[in-house]
């Protein structure tokens, strides 16, 4: 069957994301240490590190919003060291402010934006991602028809709630979309498993985990993908 839509996951398929996350989260907690010293004694820490499980653990809701999530982690760590609530909430805001703007100081993998451009000419494409990129900000919007991520469905992927929206927005069956991104759970197998095509864009030289029970598409370069969506159609 024709393939007519093809949606992508962004961090870690469209560019790198590691050394992006580690050095905004960075800045942005040296930002508040800065600000306040006695802070050095907890960011970084593993009071931190538990800070994010402890808040998920009372509202699991937030894994699905982790611009919200972020914040709240740091303006609970700040009250909870003597900062008043006033001060806490504006930090945490700034400071977070200061991060974003980093998490979006990303290099696209090799291709990314030409093939884009080739595919928008031929496909819908859409964009289904767990995290808070935003393709307005990174001025790559008018390469897509549509955007979702967790915090828009309240569901993270592997859910299936993204994929079944992206079925009601392109009005397509599944099979006529292909899903194209990193995660062999996240991305690959979460669209397998309602129907639709999937690819594994391996641009980070992964090794496909043992345990899953089929062999994924799975291209290593933007310049082959094309290629390897058509091939689908015969499948």
């Known amino acids: 069957m024709k393939i007519k839509a093809v949606t992508f996951d962004l961090d870690d398929t ?19 240490i800065d600000k306040f010293p006695s802070m050095s004694k907890v960011l970084f820490t593993e009071q931190e590190q538990k800070m994010w499980q402890k808040l998920i653990a009372k509202d ?3 894994r699905h919003r982790l611009s919200e999530l972020r914040m709240k982690v740091i303006e609970t ?3 909870e060291n003597g900062v008043s609530d ?15 703007k980093l998490r979006h100081d990303i290099t696209y993998f090799e291709g990314t934006l030409e093939v884009l451009k080739s595919l928008k000419e ?5 964009v289904l991602t767990n995290g808070n990129a935003s393709i307005e900000t990174l001025k790559i919007d008018h390469l897509f028809d549509f955007y979702l991520n967790a915090e828009m469905v309240n569901d993270s992927k592997p859910g299936a709630k993204m994929f079944e929206e992206a079925l009601k927005i392109t009005q ?9 991104g990193d995660h062999p759970d996240n991305d690959v197998e979460a669209a397998v498993k309602l129907g639709m095509k999937a690819i594994w864009l391996n641009l980070l030289d992964a090794d496909w ?7 994924p598409n799975e291209i290593v370069s933007w310049y082959d993908l094309e290629k390897g969506i058509a091939d689908l159609e015969s499948v």
């Open 14 to 32: 469209l560019w790198p994301l590691r050394e992006v996350i580690i050095h905004a989260h960075k800045e942005s907690n040296n930002w508040i």
């Open 60 to 62: 699991n809701s937030l």
């Open 77 to 79: 760590l700040l009250t």
């Open 86 to 100: 006033e001060d806490a909430k504006t930090t945490s805001k700034d400071a977070f402010d200061i991060f974003l």
């Open 122 to 126: 031929k496909y819908t494409l859409g």
């Open 172 to 180: 397509l069956s599944p099979e006529e979309i292909c899903h194209v």
């Open 209 to 215: 985990p043992e345990e899953k029970q089929f062999k």
